[in-house]
Every structure is written in structure tokens, then in C-alpha cells.
């Protein structure tokens, strides 16, 4: 008898098609619109492997109703929407997908940062709202990139692909991790500072580092206050590494110049957010790894993931101890 799999969104039919060779695939076919709760309890009950997305959280009181479940793949690097200690405790398997949308990511990052710097969205607006009626020295005027200082807070892979892009703009390079990467330096001309110094010598802050109980409100009120009144603060790591409220006050009270944010704190964001009223904030629904080949190979490794796993081999990108002997 085969294993029994839930898929919790629509994803393309080759990869359905792939994991159906070895197990019973169920799948709630509606792309745009998330699992309802009551009905992935009811389901999770039967299945011994769960194929899911960032949007769905595995906590324990879920994990405690699937008596069978042996691997919890995530389509996404971050796996804070899963409780990845009962999981373990359990024995079952949570992977991830990293590595695959590195560098799509970083070129969101970098995209997010030239909109907010430039002002793109707010001067696409203008332009279509009608409002363009003559050439004004002032008139949307922005902040330069070219030559100006970044500072990186948190040097993984896709910290590391940020750098890299930096260097077509001449742009000096800060940044922060819990430990140095002299290698990086070496490579890109990269200097490791304290986050103090990173946060007030900077004029793009920019945060790419995982969601972890240490980096939570990582950025708040006190950190705002020391960077420059002309700076600017881009996330695409998670949306509780940087204090909303917070954000929104220094925004409106010009402690600093404007954000760029893919993420949120809560996901999807309500329509009525104090962000998403404000005209210096270019704001992403979470699109950081939304390429088409990207969310494809992404798709592919969770279902290889998965595979492996319900075949009692090691996954790829396990993220939990568990015991193969």
C-alpha cells in the first residue's frame, strides 16, 4: 500500500504527477486561497507525508493529530511556521528548500531597494493618476545608490548574493553576523562591523537574516534612532525581525527616509496596515523568490524531499535530528 501525501496548495502537475509514483497524493487544488484549518486537521489524521507552504502553521497541537506522519516538507527556506521540537520528538522529518532561490531572491532584494531609493511605485502612481503636468527640479526626487554605504545584517547565502551586486554600484559594504566570514571579506571588499556602527554609518540597511527567537524585533525604536535621517531599511528575511510599530513611527516622525519591505510580521497583511499607508514604503506581498524557473525548482526539491523520506532515506535538506540507524 502506498503512503498517503497532502499537498495544501495547487502546485504544477509534473511535480504532482512525480510524487504520485510513490505515494497517494491528495491535494487542495485551490492556488490562491490557503488550507482552512479545520479541514487540514481532518486530513493530516490519515497522511504520512505533508508537502506544505510557509502559510500553513505546523504547530504542535496539528502535529499531535497525525499519528502517521513521517516528513514535513516546506516549500521555503524559513520553517518558523513549523514546531520543528515536537516534530523531532516525534520522529518526523521537517526539510526545507534552501539554496535554490538564492540569488532570486537577492535580485528582488536589490529591485526593492532601487524602487524605495528612486521612488518608483510612488512615481508610477503619480504619473497614472494624471498628476504630471510639468518638470520640476524637485519632483520625486530620491536618494543615490551609486558610491553610498549598505550595510548587510546577516551574511548567509543570500546575504552573500546581496554583496556581490553591490559591486556594480561602487557601493561600500558593511556588514553584521553572528560570526565573521573572513572569506567574504577577502572576496568583496567587505568590512565586519558591530551593529551600531553598521546601522549608524549606513545609508540602505538591509535585512536578510533568519527568523530566529535571537533575531526577533532585532530592529526596534532604539535601533531606528541611530541610523541616518536619510537611510533606508529594506526586509526580505521575516517580518517580526523588525518591530512594525516601530517602523511606522520613525517613518511618520522622519527618523529615517523610507523602507522596503516584502514581509510581514503578519501574512497576508491586512489591507488597512499603518505601512501600507505611508508614501515612503514600497511594500511586496512576499515575492522575494517569485521567479518562474525559481518556484519551480523549489516545488521540485520539497518533493524530492518528500520522496526520499517516505522512503526511509535521508532527505537533501533536513533540518532536524532524527535518527537513520
Do not use: C, H
Given at each position: 500500500m502506498k503512503p498517503k501525501v497532502l499537498i495544501t496548495r495547487k502546485i504544477a502537475e509534473p511535480i504532482?504527477?512525480?510524487?504520485?509514483?510513490?505515494?497517494?497524493?491528495?491535494?487542495?487544488?485551490?492556488?490562491?486561497?490557503?488550507?482552512?484549518r479545520d479541514i487540514l486537521e481532518n486530513k493530516i489524521s490519515e497522511i504520512d507525508g505533508l508537502f506544505c507552504l510557509i502559510t500553513e502553521s505546523i504547530d504542535a497541537s496539528l502535529i499531535d493529530k497525525a499519528p502517521n506522519l513521517k516528513v514535513i516538507s516546506n516549500m521555503a527556506v524559513g520553517y518558523n511556521n513549523i514546531d520543528?521540537?515536537?516534530?523531532?520528538?516525534?520522529?518526523?522529518?521537517?526539510?526545507?528548500?534552501?539554496?535554490?532561490?538564492?540569488?532570486?531572491?537577492?535580485?528582488?532584494?536589490?529591485?526593492?531597494?532601487?524602487?524605495?531609493?528612486?521612488?518608483?511605485?510612488?512615481?508610477?502612481?503619480?504619473?497614472?493618476?494624471?498628476?504630471w503636468e510639468t518638470w520640476s527640479p524637485n519632483l520625486l526626487t530620491g536618494q543615490d545608490i551609486y558610491g553610498a554605504t549598505i550595510g548587510i545584517i546577516g551574511m548567509g547565502r543570500i546575504g552573500e548574493a546581496v554583496a556581490r551586486r553591490t559591486k556594480g554600484f561602487n557601493m561600500n559594504l558593511l556588514y553584521h553576523n553572528r560570526s565573521r566570514k573572513p572569506d567574504v571579506e577577502q572576496e568583496l571588499g567587505t568590512?565586519?562591523?558591530?551593529?551600531?556602527?553598521?546601522?549608524?554609518?549606513?545609508?540602505?540597511?538591509?535585512?536578510?537574516?533568519?527568523?530566529?527567537?535571537?533575531?526577533?524585533?532585532?530592529?526596534?525604536?532604539?535601533?531606528?534612532?541611530?541610523?541616518?535621517?536619510?537611510?533606508?531599511?529594506?526586509?526580505?528575511?521575516?517580518?517580526?525581525?523588525?518591530?512594525?510599530a516601530d517602523l511606522y513611527e520613525a517613518l511618520v516622525n522622519g527618523v529615517i527616509w523610507g523602507a522596503g519591505l516584502d514581509v510581514f510580521e503578519k501574512e497576508p497583511v491586512p489591507a488597512d496596515h499603518p505601512l501600507l499607508t505611508l508614501p515612503n514604503v514600497v511594500t511586496l506581498p512576499h515575492i522575494g523568490s517569485a521567479s518562474i524557473a525559481t518556484r519551480m525548482k523549489m516545488a521540485e526539491l520539497a518533493a524530492e524531499n518528500l520522496i526520499l523520506a517516505l522512503k526511509g532515506e535521508k532527505p537533501k535538506h533536513l533540518v532536524n535530528k532524527i535518527d537513520f540507524s
Open positions: 504532482i504527477e512525480k510524487i504520485q509514483e510513490y505515494a497517494d497524493v491528495d491535494v487542495w487544488d485551490q492556488e490562491d486561497v490557503q488550507i482552512p520543528v521540537d515536537t516534530a523531532t520528538k516525534k520522529g518526523i522529518m521537517v526539510t526545507n528548500t534552501p539554496e535554490v532561490l538564492t540569488e532570486t531572491t537577492a535580485d528582488l532584494t536589490f529591485a526593492l531597494l532601487m524602487a524605495t531609493a528612486r521612488r518608483l511605485v510612488e512615481a508610477s502612481d503619480f504619473l497614472r493618476d494624471g498628476k568590512t565586519y562591523v558591530s551593529m551600531e556602527t553598521l546601522l549608524s554609518e549606513s545609508d540602505f540597511v538591509v535585512v536578510i537574516t533568519p527568523y530566529t527567537a535571537e533575531t526577533k524585533n532585532l530592529i526596534t525604536a532604539e535601533q531606528l534612532k541611530l541610523m541616518k535621517k536619510n537611510a533606508i531599511l529594506i526586509n526580505t528575511a521575516r517580518g517580526g525581525i523588525v518591530n512594525e
